[in-house]
């Protein structure tokens, strides 16, 4: 994530919850790294039931301090919409 992005928010917090599409949270750690801020524990999981590879863009919206919307498009800049399925409950964030 640049730097620029973290202006956003009052304090850089230490965990953010993911929000999609369909209303699911997940929740990731935060972790500066090199310079940069990055989604730590919970990104790879949350980028693997989403299904994100190289070629699909991704976008993130600040909706609280600790909270981002994640929009994610495929190859062909369709939005991707991916519903909670059971297995994904361990790594939900609870509302």
Do not use: Y
């Not at 973290?6 to 965990?15: D, G, S, Y």
């Not at 524990?41 to 039931?49: E, K, L, N, S």
């Amino acid at each position: 994530m640049p730097l620029d992005f973290t202006k956003h928010f009052v304090a850089v917090p230490m965990e953010l919850k993911l929000k999609n599409n369909t209303g699911c949270s997940w929740r990731v750690t935060v972790k500066l790294m090199n310079g940069r801020v990055t989604l730590d524990q919970g990104w790879a999981t949350f980028a693997a039931v989403h299904e994100i590879h190289i070629g699909n863009m991704v976008t993130f919206k600040l909706l609280t301090p600790d909270t981002l919307k994640v929009i994610i498009f495929d190859d062909d800049g369709i939005e991707v919409v991916k519903m909670c399925g059971k297995h994904d409950e361990a790594f939900a964030a609870r509302d």
